[in-house]
Protein backbone atom coordinates (compact mmCIF):
# COMPACT_ATOMS: atom_id res chain seq x y z
CA UNK A 1 0.00 0.00 0.00
CA UNK A 2 1.53 3.68 -1.17
CA UNK A 3 0.91 5.58 2.05
CA UNK A 4 2.34 8.84 0.50
CA UNK A 5 -0.24 9.85 -2.20
CA UNK A 6 -0.48 13.02 -0.52
CA UNK A 7 2.55 14.11 -1.56
CA UNK A 8 3.04 12.31 -4.84
CA UNK A 9 -0.47 12.09 -6.27
CA UNK A 10 -1.69 15.12 -8.33
CA UNK A 11 -5.08 14.84 -7.54
CA UNK A 12 -4.13 15.05 -3.78
CA UNK A 13 -1.32 17.42 -3.94
CA UNK A 14 -3.44 19.91 -5.63
CA UNK A 15 -6.66 19.96 -3.43
CA UNK A 16 -6.40 22.96 -0.99
CA UNK A 17 -6.23 23.06 2.65
CA UNK A 18 -6.17 26.12 5.03
CA UNK A 19 -3.11 27.88 5.34
CA UNK A 20 -0.92 27.85 8.30
CA UNK A 21 -2.38 29.07 11.92
CA UNK A 22 -0.78 32.44 12.99
CA UNK A 23 1.03 31.47 15.57
CA UNK A 24 3.78 29.73 12.96
CA UNK A 25 5.03 33.15 12.74
CA UNK A 26 6.63 32.20 16.30
CA UNK A 27 8.09 29.25 15.77
CA UNK A 28 10.02 30.11 12.89
CA UNK A 29 12.43 32.46 14.56
CA UNK A 30 15.27 34.66 12.96
CA UNK A 31 18.75 33.05 12.01
CA UNK A 32 16.75 29.39 11.58
CA UNK A 33 17.96 27.56 8.56
CA UNK A 34 14.61 26.54 7.00
CA UNK A 35 13.24 23.74 4.55
CA UNK A 36 9.51 24.58 2.91
CA UNK A 37 7.64 21.74 1.31
CA UNK A 38 4.39 21.97 -0.95
CA UNK A 39 2.42 24.68 -2.48
CA UNK A 40 1.64 28.01 -1.29
CA UNK A 41 2.79 31.57 -0.26
CA UNK A 42 4.48 30.62 2.67
CA UNK A 43 8.61 30.41 1.73
CA UNK A 44 8.53 33.88 1.31
CA UNK A 45 6.95 34.54 4.66
CA UNK A 46 9.25 32.43 6.13
CA UNK A 47 12.06 35.03 3.94
CA UNK A 48 11.02 37.75 6.17
CA UNK A 49 10.85 35.71 9.72
CA UNK A 50 14.53 34.03 9.63
CA UNK A 51 16.06 36.84 7.94
CA UNK A 52 17.56 34.53 5.23
CA UNK A 53 17.28 32.11 2.21
CA UNK A 54 14.90 29.58 2.59
CA UNK A 55 15.20 26.20 1.17
CA UNK A 56 12.46 25.24 -0.80
CA UNK A 57 10.95 21.95 -2.46
CA UNK A 58 7.90 21.81 -4.72
CA UNK A 59 6.39 18.62 -6.77
CA UNK A 60 6.26 20.42 -10.57
CA UNK A 61 7.93 23.34 -12.36
CA UNK A 62 4.34 25.50 -11.90
CA UNK A 63 4.56 25.16 -8.34
CA UNK A 64 8.49 26.34 -8.37
CA UNK A 65 7.16 28.89 -10.23
CA UNK A 66 4.34 30.18 -8.52
CA UNK A 67 6.57 30.34 -5.61
CA UNK A 68 9.31 32.34 -6.96
CA UNK A 69 6.25 35.20 -8.27
CA UNK A 70 5.32 35.19 -4.86
CA UNK A 71 8.93 36.63 -3.74
CA UNK A 72 8.60 39.66 -6.68
CA UNK A 73 10.88 40.51 -9.00
CA UNK A 74 13.72 42.06 -6.54
CA UNK A 75 13.08 39.12 -4.09
CA UNK A 76 13.58 36.41 -7.40
CA UNK A 77 16.57 38.10 -8.53
CA UNK A 78 17.86 37.89 -4.84
CA UNK A 79 17.59 33.77 -4.91
CA UNK A 80 15.42 34.81 -1.37
CA UNK A 81 14.05 31.17 -2.17
CA UNK A 82 16.21 28.45 -2.90
CA UNK A 83 13.53 26.31 -4.92
CA UNK A 84 14.00 23.37 -6.89
CA UNK A 85 11.22 20.40 -7.82
CA UNK A 86 10.81 17.03 -6.44
CA UNK A 87 9.62 13.96 -4.34
CA UNK A 88 8.59 16.04 -1.68
CA UNK A 89 8.88 12.72 0.83
CA UNK A 90 13.31 13.26 0.08
CA UNK A 91 13.32 16.56 0.86
CA UNK A 92 16.47 18.65 0.66
CA UNK A 93 18.98 16.54 2.05
CA UNK A 94 21.99 18.35 0.60
CA UNK A 95 21.04 21.86 1.87
CA UNK A 96 20.28 20.31 5.56
CA UNK A 97 20.55 20.13 9.00
CA UNK A 98 16.98 22.37 9.23
CA UNK A 99 16.44 24.34 12.22
CA UNK A 100 12.62 23.79 11.32
CA UNK A 101 11.18 22.13 8.15
CA UNK A 102 7.57 23.50 7.24
CA UNK A 103 5.21 21.59 5.17
CA UNK A 104 2.11 23.38 3.58
CA UNK A 105 0.53 19.72 1.97
CA UNK A 106 -1.78 17.89 4.40
CA UNK A 107 -0.14 14.39 5.00
CA UNK A 108 -0.71 11.34 6.43
CA UNK A 109 2.53 11.00 8.52
CA UNK A 110 5.65 12.37 8.75
CA UNK A 111 8.42 11.47 6.48
CA UNK A 112 11.47 9.27 7.83
CA UNK A 113 13.75 11.18 5.71
CA UNK A 114 12.75 14.70 7.30
CA UNK A 115 13.59 13.97 10.45
CA UNK A 116 17.21 12.83 9.65
CA UNK A 117 17.48 15.98 7.76
CA UNK A 118 16.50 17.93 11.17
CA UNK A 119 19.41 19.25 13.65
CA UNK A 120 19.05 18.65 16.59
CA UNK A 121 16.37 20.20 19.13
CA UNK A 122 14.32 21.06 15.19
CA UNK A 123 10.77 21.17 14.30
CA UNK A 124 8.76 19.66 11.74
CA UNK A 125 5.47 21.92 11.09
CA UNK A 126 2.63 20.09 8.91
CA UNK A 127 -1.26 19.53 8.75
CA UNK A 128 -2.02 15.96 9.53
CA UNK A 129 -5.13 14.03 9.21
CA UNK A 130 -7.19 12.98 11.72
CA UNK A 131 -11.53 12.04 10.94
CA UNK A 132 -11.40 14.70 8.11
CA UNK A 133 -9.88 17.70 9.70
CA UNK A 134 -6.43 18.42 9.32
CA UNK A 135 -4.78 19.72 12.12
CA UNK A 136 -1.41 21.81 12.23
CA UNK A 137 1.12 19.86 14.69
CA UNK A 138 4.38 21.14 15.46
CA UNK A 139 6.86 17.76 16.27
CA UNK A 140 9.77 16.88 17.14
CA UNK A 141 11.68 14.86 19.99
CA UNK A 142 10.67 15.51 23.43
CA UNK A 143 13.81 16.34 25.21
CA UNK A 144 13.16 14.21 28.23
CA UNK A 145 12.75 10.35 26.58
CA UNK A 146 13.69 11.22 23.21
CA UNK A 147 10.61 10.33 22.25
CA UNK A 148 8.61 11.93 18.77
CA UNK A 149 5.48 14.02 19.77
CA UNK A 150 3.82 16.63 18.47
CA UNK A 151 0.84 19.49 19.97
CA UNK A 152 -1.61 20.65 18.05
CA UNK A 153 -0.88 24.25 17.35
CA UNK A 154 -4.02 25.15 14.73
CA UNK A 155 -7.15 23.52 13.15
CA UNK A 156 -9.69 24.76 10.57
CA UNK A 157 -12.04 23.32 8.66
CA UNK A 158 -11.12 21.21 5.79
CA UNK A 159 -11.53 23.79 2.80
CA UNK A 160 -12.35 20.28 0.70
CA UNK A 161 -12.08 16.82 1.21
CA UNK A 162 -9.63 13.37 -0.55
CA UNK A 163 -11.85 11.40 -3.14
CA UNK A 164 -11.43 7.43 -3.34
CA UNK A 165 -7.23 8.08 -4.10
CA UNK A 166 -7.06 10.45 -0.77
CA UNK A 167 -4.88 10.53 1.43
CA UNK A 168 -6.91 9.34 4.59
CA UNK A 169 -5.15 6.54 6.15
CA UNK A 170 -6.78 3.42 7.77
CA UNK A 171 -9.79 5.13 7.70
CA UNK A 172 -12.97 4.87 4.71
CA UNK A 173 -12.45 7.39 1.46
CA UNK A 174 -14.57 10.19 2.40
CA UNK A 175 -17.31 10.67 -0.19
CA UNK A 176 -20.44 12.40 -0.58
CA UNK A 177 -23.02 10.99 1.86
CA UNK A 178 -26.89 10.26 2.04
CA UNK A 179 -29.09 13.36 2.29
CA UNK A 180 -29.81 14.17 6.02
CA UNK A 181 -33.58 14.38 6.98
CA UNK A 182 -34.38 17.82 8.51
CA UNK A 183 -37.48 16.44 10.61
CA UNK A 184 -34.56 13.90 12.19
CA UNK A 185 -32.63 16.89 13.33
CA UNK A 186 -31.59 16.54 17.67
CA UNK A 187 -30.40 19.50 18.89
CA UNK A 188 -30.77 18.74 22.97
CA UNK A 189 -26.92 16.80 22.92
CA UNK A 190 -25.43 20.17 21.38
CA UNK A 191 -23.89 21.90 24.47
CA UNK A 192 -25.36 24.82 25.44
CA UNK A 193 -24.98 28.17 23.39
CA UNK A 194 -22.58 26.47 21.21
CA UNK A 195 -21.50 29.16 18.62
CA UNK A 196 -20.19 28.01 15.02
CA UNK A 197 -16.49 28.94 15.72
CA UNK A 198 -16.34 26.02 18.38
CA UNK A 199 -17.31 23.66 15.57
CA UNK A 200 -13.42 22.95 14.62
CA UNK A 201 -12.83 22.06 18.64
CA UNK A 202 -15.77 20.00 18.45
CA UNK A 203 -15.00 18.37 15.58
CA UNK A 204 -11.59 17.99 16.69
CA UNK A 205 -12.08 16.33 20.08
CA UNK A 206 -14.87 13.49 18.47
CA UNK A 207 -11.84 12.99 15.90
CA UNK A 208 -9.32 12.27 18.57
CA UNK A 209 -11.59 10.03 20.88
CA UNK A 210 -13.29 7.88 18.23
CA UNK A 211 -11.32 6.60 14.93
CA UNK A 212 -14.57 6.10 13.06
CA UNK A 213 -14.98 9.77 12.96
CA UNK A 214 -14.44 11.47 8.70
CA UNK A 215 -15.38 14.08 6.97
CA UNK A 216 -17.98 13.74 4.44
CA UNK A 217 -20.32 16.44 1.88
CA UNK A 218 -23.90 15.37 1.85
CA UNK A 219 -25.25 15.27 -1.47
CA UNK A 220 -27.46 17.69 -2.47
CA UNK A 221 -26.39 19.83 0.58
CA UNK A 222 -23.51 22.50 -0.98
CA UNK A 223 -23.83 25.07 1.50
CA UNK A 224 -22.61 22.68 3.99
CA UNK A 225 -19.20 21.85 3.17
CA UNK A 226 -17.36 19.15 4.63
CA UNK A 227 -18.75 17.77 7.35
CA UNK A 228 -18.19 15.54 10.45
CA UNK A 229 -19.97 12.64 10.60
CA UNK A 230 -20.10 8.69 11.09
CA UNK A 231 -21.36 6.37 8.26
CA UNK A 232 -22.53 3.06 7.74
CA UNK A 233 -23.91 1.44 4.00
CA UNK A 234 -25.94 4.45 2.61
CA UNK A 235 -27.05 5.91 5.79
CA UNK A 236 -25.10 8.51 8.16
CA UNK A 237 -25.08 10.65 11.08
CA UNK A 238 -23.55 14.11 11.04
CA UNK A 239 -22.75 16.23 13.55
CA UNK A 240 -23.29 19.75 12.95
CA UNK A 241 -23.07 23.50 14.83
CA UNK A 242 -26.81 23.09 14.97
CA UNK A 243 -27.55 19.64 15.65
CA UNK A 244 -27.17 16.16 14.55
CA UNK A 245 -28.51 15.16 11.86
CA UNK A 246 -29.49 11.38 11.07
CA UNK A 247 -30.16 10.29 7.53
CA UNK A 248 -33.36 7.97 8.17
CA UNK A 249 -34.79 5.80 11.09
CA UNK A 250 -32.94 2.44 10.28
CA UNK A 251 -31.57 1.67 13.93
CA UNK A 252 -27.79 1.80 12.89
CA UNK A 253 -28.14 5.30 11.80
CA UNK A 254 -29.75 6.05 14.88
CA UNK A 255 -27.14 4.33 16.72
CA UNK A 256 -25.00 6.02 14.93
CA UNK A 257 -26.58 9.34 16.22
CA UNK A 258 -26.09 8.41 19.74
CA UNK A 259 -22.61 8.04 19.56
CA UNK A 260 -22.32 11.48 18.29
CA UNK A 261 -24.25 12.95 20.95
CA UNK A 262 -22.66 10.78 23.67
CA UNK A 263 -19.50 12.45 21.81
CA UNK A 264 -20.98 16.36 22.13
CA UNK A 265 -21.98 15.74 25.45
CA UNK A 266 -18.95 14.78 26.85
CA UNK A 267 -16.54 17.44 24.67
CA UNK A 268 -19.28 20.04 26.62
CA UNK A 269 -19.05 18.35 29.71
CA UNK A 270 -15.01 18.48 29.61
CA UNK A 271 -15.34 22.47 29.45
CA UNK A 272 -15.09 22.42 25.70
CA UNK A 273 -11.06 21.73 25.30
CA UNK A 274 -9.53 23.78 22.67
CA UNK A 275 -7.83 22.00 19.20
CA UNK A 276 -4.54 23.67 20.61
CA UNK A 277 -5.32 21.08 23.91
CA UNK A 278 -4.42 18.38 21.99
CA UNK A 279 -1.44 16.48 21.20
CA UNK A 280 0.21 13.04 20.00
CA UNK A 281 2.81 11.02 19.61
CA UNK A 282 4.45 9.60 16.60
CA UNK A 283 5.04 6.42 15.79
CA UNK A 284 6.00 3.63 12.75
CA UNK A 285 2.84 2.46 10.96
CA UNK A 286 2.13 -1.16 12.37
CA UNK A 287 3.93 -3.63 10.21
CA UNK A 288 6.07 -1.28 8.10
CA UNK A 289 9.03 -2.54 6.61
CA UNK A 290 10.83 -0.74 5.99
CA UNK A 291 9.22 2.21 7.43
CA UNK A 292 8.55 5.23 5.27
CA UNK A 293 6.37 7.43 7.55
CA UNK A 294 5.71 8.17 11.53
CA UNK A 295 1.86 8.60 11.82
CA UNK A 296 0.38 10.59 14.83
CA UNK A 297 -1.17 8.15 17.38
CA UNK A 298 -2.05 8.41 21.20
CA UNK A 299 -4.02 11.35 20.81
CA UNK A 300 -4.39 12.79 24.32
CA UNK A 301 -4.87 15.98 26.71
CA UNK A 302 -3.86 14.61 29.47
CA UNK A 303 -0.18 13.94 28.50
CA UNK A 304 2.32 17.57 27.94
CA UNK A 305 4.06 17.68 24.43
CA UNK A 306 7.42 18.65 25.90
CA UNK A 307 9.38 20.76 22.48
CA UNK A 308 12.23 22.92 22.00
CA UNK A 309 9.89 25.79 21.16
Known amino acids: ?36 LGPGPVASQM ?16 DVEA ?42 GLSLRWLDQLRAGGVIVAPVTLGGLHPWI ?27 GGILYNQPPALPGARPAPELRQTSALPHRMTPDQYPALWMFAAATDDTITGVVPDGMPTWG ?16 DGIWPTDTNPATET ?21 DWTCRLDQIPGEDPAVLVIPTGWSMARPAILPR
Not at 257 to 264: E, G, N, R, V
Request: aromatic share 4%; with cysteine.
Open 1 to 36: MDHLPALRAPETAARPIAGPPPVLAGLVRPGDWALQ
Open 47 to 62: VRWTGQTVVSLQRTAA
Open 67 to 108: VRAALGPAGRNAGLVDVEAGDLYDGRPEAGPYDVIVVTTAVT
Open 138 to 164: VAGRDPRDGRLCGRVIGCDLPAALPTA
Open 226 to 241: PTCALTTGDSAAYLRP
Open 256 to 276: LAHCLADLALEWGGRLRPDVT
